[in-house]
């Protein structure tokens, strides 16, 4: 019978037990080794991100995933050009399955557990060659040399064996990602998923805010190609330009008009604040030990109780939709699908906007794929609505199509963000029932109730439900209202919002290393072996 009521997953087992994974430590940790770990990985991530795909032609490289790039921690054209779309996407999979019960495992079995861990790596690995095939066939075209090359290893074949070989360089480098990340959540702190995008957004930062090399690298800088960065390119516009065209233009330039204008560097620090506030925001729960009398302590439940992870699924659920309709539209002949102007169409390398320089020939300018773009900045949807020199990027629309985007991309980013703090939380054991039977193997109790695993479950239910909805909503609609805003670097709202909450909690769980460290008893209230 216990076979019978077995989820058919446990037949994955033998496959999944065979995959390269990373093996748990044995014992402790100690927290100089998991620093070493953490930056070891992060130097390799780096690295990695500098080597180019082996045969891929640099100059056809079209990446539409550029307004996500920090978030999926990858680099155009790199071993990391997918970065963590497809463990973030497999993710967002096996979460549905179970919050819709479809997956019956009980999580809180370690035996189910593992399955589900396993299973999940299963699909990591299908949709790292589902993200990986589109990109390579669709979007990375093979240098000429290469071609040729291999047509002599295989007479009229070269151009699908370099296919071939960039899909599997892709798959390659993307299971290193899995890999890197199962090393820093094992042996090191925190996940490296979160490591990895507060790493590539910080990078961004740091150029779109710096960065003195022109616009146009390929021409010398002048006053209609000054340099990239926030603070170079102010101060050199300032000491060219006369004081009546600064007035004018110029001023209008300075602050708003991309790339990195003043007013994005301000959006910037502005979500810096913001996140630190609602990170620190929290209820504190009152607990006291049932046995030791006089150790009391607090059990914090913050604002932000999913964390950012809900932020970064629908970001990877926005990415998936750009690439597939891209992938439609540049393919007419397929059936139902290709080249459907509901779906998302985009403009011809003949543009005016393309032409221009304003937008690229991954920028969808209708359809699905328009509704769910990221704005870029006010000059994006603000500047277009009250300024009639800026009706170029209208890309076509009304002004109420602009409402009616603005409007259905923050609804998506709202309305996902709470969809997903709730699955996230069941499937970590952050629910009340868990933390429940977390903080009773502590031996503490909420004082004034009896030691009950059900009235610490009734207690908690009140507060965590309610408090994943509000923040779920809260993390969702900063991150979409930080797109709007706009940031330095194209590091997008989005990448900003995580990368500020990555490194307060990055910061919170080195805290708690240090803690576990000095009071080793304290290991068993975290949850930590």
Request: glycine fraction near 10%.
């Amino acid at each position: 019978m216990a076979e019978e009521k077995q989820s058919l997953l446990y037949k994955l087992k033998p496959i999944t037990d065979r995959m390269p994974a990373v093996r748990r430590p044995e014992g402790h940790v100690h927290f100089r080794t998991k620093i070493m770990w953490v930056i070891v990985i992060l130097l390799l991530y780096f690295a990695l991100t500098n080597v180019w795909l082996y045969g891929l032609d640099r100059t056809t490289v079209i990446d539409f995933f550029s307004s996500l790039r920090a978030i999926l921690a990858g680099q155009q054209g790199s071993l990391m050009h997918l970065g963590i779309g497809p463990i973030v996407t497999g993710s967002i999979i096996m979460q549905l399955f179970a919050g819709a019960k479809i997956i019956k495992l009980d999580l809180s079995k370690d035996e189910d557990k593992a399955v589900y861990q396993g299973t999940q790596k299963f699909v990591v690995v299908i949709m790292i060659v589902v993200e990986a095939v589109p990109q390579v066939f669709g979007f990375l075209t093979p240098s000429a040399d290469f071609v040729s090359n291999l047509n002599g290893v295989w007479a009229g074949n070269g151009r699908n064996l370099a296919l071939t070989i960039i899909v599997l360089q892709l798959v390659a480098g993307s299971y290193l990602v899995f890999l890197m990340d199962e090393v820093v959540s094992k042996w090191g702190i925190g996940s490296g998923i979160s490591l990895f995008i507060a790493a590539g957004v910080a990078q961004q930062i740091f150029t779109g805010t710096f960065n003195w090399e022109p616009v146009n690298p390929t021409s010398p800088v002048s006053e209609s190609n000054p340099p990239a960065g926030t603070i170079p390119k102010t101060i050199y516009l300032l000491s060219v330009m006369p004081a009546g065209q600064v007035a004018g233009g110029g001023l209008e330039r300075i602050l708003i008009q991309n790339p990195n204008p003043i007013i994005a560097l301000v959006g910037t620090v502005i979500i810096f604040l913001l996140v630190a506030y609602l990170e620190s925001t929290r209820i504190e729960l009152p607990l006291a030990h049932g046995q030791a009398r006089g150790a009391r302590g607090r059990y914090p439940i913050r604002l932000i109780y999913a964390s950012n992870i809900p932020v970064i699924l629908v970001a990877a659920v926005l990415a998936n939709v750009s690439m597939f309709s891209l992938l439609f539209w540049q393919h007419p002949e397929w059936p139902l699908m290709g080249q459907q102007w509901w779906i998302g169409a985009y403009p011809s390398a003949s543009h005016p906007l393309v032409v221009s320089q304003a937008i690229s020939t991954s920028t969808p300018i209708s359809g699905l794929a328009w509704y769910t773009r990221t704005p870029n900045g006010p000059t994006d949807w603000l500047m277009p609505l009250i300024a009639p020199g800026y009706d170029r990027f209208l890309l076509g629309h009304t002004q109420w199509q602009i409402v009616v985007h603005l409007l259905v991309y923050v609804t998506i980013f709202v309305g996902g963000s709470i969809l997903f703090s709730k699955f996230w939380i069941e499937t970590t054991n952050m629910g009340p029932d868990a933390i429940a039977k977390q903080i009773e193997r502590s031996g503490m109790q909420i004082p004034g109730f009896r030691r009950d695993p059900r009235v610490l479950r009734r207690v908690l239910g009140r507060y965590i439900p309610v408090v994943t909805v509000i923040g779920g909503a809260a993390v969702g609609a900063l991150a979409a209202g930080a797109d709007m805003i706009g940031t330095v670097g194209q590091a997008s709202g989005t990448g900003v919002l995580l990368a500020v909450g990555i490194m307060i909690q990055f910061y919170e769980a080195i805290g708690r290393e240090q803690m576990m460290e000095m009071h080793p008893i304290l290991r068993s209230f975290f949850g930590v072996e």
